[in-house]
C-alpha cells in the first residue's frame, strides 16, 4: 500500500483507538477470541474480543492470551441487556482488573454499565440499530457509535440499511461513526469513508478465516453461500429474549418454517440436543454457533452470516483478508482502481 493510500484511509478513529486502518472486528461470541483479534490487529484493523456471557475466568484467559500475541489497543465486546446483572458485573470487574481500556457493548443502551467503564477511563464503542438508540447512548457517554444494519449476520438489533442509518447518525453527532452489515470488501469500506463515516466493523468477513475459532463447516458454508442465502429469523432464541432476530444462512430449521421467520416463543420451542462441545450439550434453536471443537449435526445450528457472504470466495488469513481489503479501499479513493470490479454485496 501507498503512503497515498495511507492518507487517504486513515481517518480520526484511527489515533483514537489506536489502529491503522479503519476496520474493526466485530465482537462475535465464540468466534472472536484471542487468535483471530490478534491477527486483526497486527494486521493494522481493530481486534475484539467477543465475550458475551463468558465466564470471568475465560475473558482473564482470552485477555492475556492476547495480549501475549500483539501490543496493539483491542476492545472487550459484552451485551449488558442479555446477561445475568451478577455476570456482568464480575466481568466488566474482572476486565478492569486486568487494565483493559476499551469496551464494545451492544442491544439496549444501559447508561449505568456506561458510566462505570468511563468513570475508569475506558473508551466506549456502542452498537446501535437505531438513530434513536445511537442518541441514548451518546447522551451516555459513547465515544464511538457503530451503525448496525439489517444486512449485518448474527444478531441484529434494527431493521434499517446500514448506510442509511450512518447517515440518519452522522446527520445527528459529531462522534466518529462505524458502518456494520453486509461489508466484506474494499468497495464497502470505501463507500463508507465516502458518506463521511470514520470505519467499518466486519463480522462474516473474518469468520471466513484461518484465526477465526469458528468451526470450518461454518466457514465452508460462507464460502459457498451468497447474500440471498441468508434470511433474518428469530427461531434461533434459546438463550436471547423472545423477538431477538439473528441473520443465518438457510438450513433445514429455517427451510421448515416456510417463511415464517418471525415471531417465535422461547417457552414454546423444545429443548433438544443437536451437537456438543465437549461435555457442553447444543441445542435445536439455541443461539450457539458451531464453534471448532463442536460435534454432532452442524448443519442445524446457527450458522451466521451477513449479506456480503456473497463477496467471500475462500479462507485467507485475516490479514490477507484485511490487506485485500484496505488495497482495494484504497485504490477506488485514490481513483485508479479501473478493472470493473464488482464485489457481491
Keep these: 500500500m501507498t503512503d497515498t493510500h495511507d492518507t487517504l484511509l486513515r481517518t480520526p478513529l484511527c489515533d483514537l483507538l489506536g489502529c491503522d486502518q479503519p476496520v474493526l472486528l466485530a465482537g462475535m461470541g465464540g468466534v472472536s477470541c484471542w487468535e483471530l483479534a490478534a491477527a486483526v490487529a497486527n ?3 481493530y481486534g475484539t474480543l467477543g465475550m458475551v456471557r463468558e465466564d470471568p475466568a475465560l ?3 482470552e485477555v492475556t492470551a492476547l495480549r501475549g500475541a500483539t501490543d496493539r489497543a483491542f476492545a472487550v465486546n459484552l451485551i449488558p441487556a442479555a446477561t ?3 455476570l456482568l458485573d464480575a466481568q466488566i470487574a474482572c476486565c478492569l482488573d486486568l ?5 464494545s457493548f451492544f442491544w439496549d443502551v444501559m447508561p449505568d454499565v456506561v458510566a462505570r467503564v468511563k468513570r475508569a477511563g475506558c473508551l466506549v ?4 440499530g437505531t438513530a434513536e438508540a445511537a442518541r441514548l447512548a451518546e447522551e451516555a457517554g459513547a465515544d464511538v457509535i457503530i451503525a448496525q444494519g439489517v444486512e449485518a449476520g448474527g444478531h441484529v438489533h434494527g431493521r434499517h440499511p446500514a448506510f442509511g442509518l450512518a447517515e440518519q447518525i452522522l446527520a445527528q453527532t459529531d462522534l466518529p461513526v462505524v458502518i456494520s452489515g453486509g461489508i466484506a470488501t474494499g468497495e464497502g469500506l470505501a463507500a463508507a469513508l465516502a458518506i463521511g463515516a470514520d470505519g467499518v466493523q466486519c463480522g462474516t468477513a473474518f469468520l471466513a478465516t484461518r484465526e477465526s475459532f469458528a468451526h470450518p463447516y461454518h466457514k465452508s458454508r460462507i464460502v459457498d453461500s451468497t447474500g440471498d ?3 433474518l429469523t428469530d427461531v434461533f ?4 429474549p423472545k423477538g431477538a432476530a439473528v441473520r443465518v444462512i438457510a438450513n ?3 427451510d421448515a418454517l416456510e417463511g415464517h421467520y418471525l415471531v417465535h416463543d422461547p417457552d414454546s420451542l423444545p429443548r433438544e440436543a443437536i451437537a456438543r462441545d465437549g461435555d457442553q450439550p447444543r441445542l435445536r434453536f439455541s443461539t450457539d454457533s458451531p464453534l471448532r471443537a463442536v460435534t454432532g449435526d452442524l448443519e442445524a445450528m446457527t450458522l451466521y452470516a451477513g449479506q456480503g457472504a456473497g463477496a467471500i470466495h475462500d479462507i485467507p488469513t485475516a490479514a490477507t483478508r484485511l490487506d485485500a481489503m484496505v488495497a482495494q479501499a484504497g485504490h477506488i479513493l485514490n481513483g485508479t482502481f479501473r478493472n470493473g470490479f464488482k464485489a457481491k454485496t
Excluded at 487494565?99 to 469496551?103: L, Q
Excluded at 432464541?237 to 436471547?240: F, I
Aim: proline residues 4%; aromatic residues 8%.
Design 43 to 45: 494486521a493494522g484493523g
Design 59 to 61: 475473558i482473564a484467559a
Design 84 to 86: 445475568d446483572p451478577r
Design 99 to 103: 487494565g483493559v481500556t476499551a469496551f
Design 125 to 128: 464503542l456502542h452498537q446501535v
Design 229 to 231: 442465502d441468508t434470511v
Design 237 to 240: 432464541v434459546l438463550n436471547w
Design 252 to 254: 433445514s430449521v429455517t
